[in-house]
């Protein structure tokens, strides 16, 4: 049996997180503090940590940072209210495997759970053909080479390899890469995307006339024409 430990300091949270979790299959332990947070996940008794962001004593980035920096590979799976882009690549680049907002659906995080779990030597990197973006290290990786990326790419980034051959509408992005208080115009895709495509090679990413972008397969070409 797979063990999870809950650091989540809201009670009525923590309670639901540890019923689902049982229902599911899961021994759980719930934490309600950053220090008990970290003691616990150095332990080496859990399989798996879904760490709140807002815990007293220490906060979940400090705990995190903790960890990593003692050289625990432990999954953590972030969840918190504060999910803005800039909270969510602070997340990613202190060594979270994953991060979820609240309110969440309950379906959607044990599928997150489970995913980590398969296979957790590579549940921080997305993958697509030769593509890699490193979700811990914060770096892309195309063909072999090691690409380092702004906040605003490594978040749209993300958005296409957790999206890979769907086309993507410049509304969509701009809702994954920017946060709620910041509205730019949709031409401030086009820019990015041009940055990304720098980056990676123009054949990565296509565009899909009057729809948005799409991220292709690197073992074929596009098939829209580029801007």
């Known amino acids: 049996m797979k063990h999870i430990l809950i650091a989540e300091d809201e009670k009525r949270i923590a309670v639901l997180l540890q019923q689902s979790l049982r229902a599911d299959g899961f021994g759980t332990t719930i934490v309600s503090d950053g220090e008990q947070a970290r003691s616990y996940a150095l ?25 990593r920096e003692a050289g625990s590979q432990l999954p953590v799976v972030v969840l918190t209210a504060r999910s803005g882009v800039a909270d969510t690549v602070a997340g990613l680049e202190n060594g979270a495997d994953d991060y979820v907002g609240k309110p969440f659906r309950m379906q959607e995080l044990l599928a ?3 995913l980590r779990l398969r296979d957790d030597a590579n549940s921080h990197l997305l993958r697509r053909g030769h593509l890699a973006l490193d979700l811990r290290a914060h770096q892309l990786h195309v063909e072999g080479r090691v690409v380092d990326l ?11 390899l957790r999206n890979p051959g769907k086309v993507l509408t410049r509304d969509q992005l701009i809702a994954a890469a920017w946060s709620d208080d910041i509205r730019p115009t949709s031409n401030i895709v086009d820019v990015y995307v041009r940055y990304l495509r ?19 397969d690197s073992s074929r070409p596009p098939s829209d024409p580029l801007n």
């Open 43 to 67: 332990s080496g008794a859990y399989d798996l940590l879904v760490l709140d962001i807002g815990l007293p004593t220490t906060d979940g980035f400090t705990v995190l940072a903790q960890l």
């Open 112 to 114: 997150r759970i489970r």
């Open 150 to 160: 702004t906040a605003r790419e490594f978040a749209l980034a993300e958005t296409f």
């Open 198 to 216: 720098r980056k990676t090679g123009a054949h990565w990413i296509s565009t899909v006339r009057g729809k948005g972008y799409r991220l292709e």
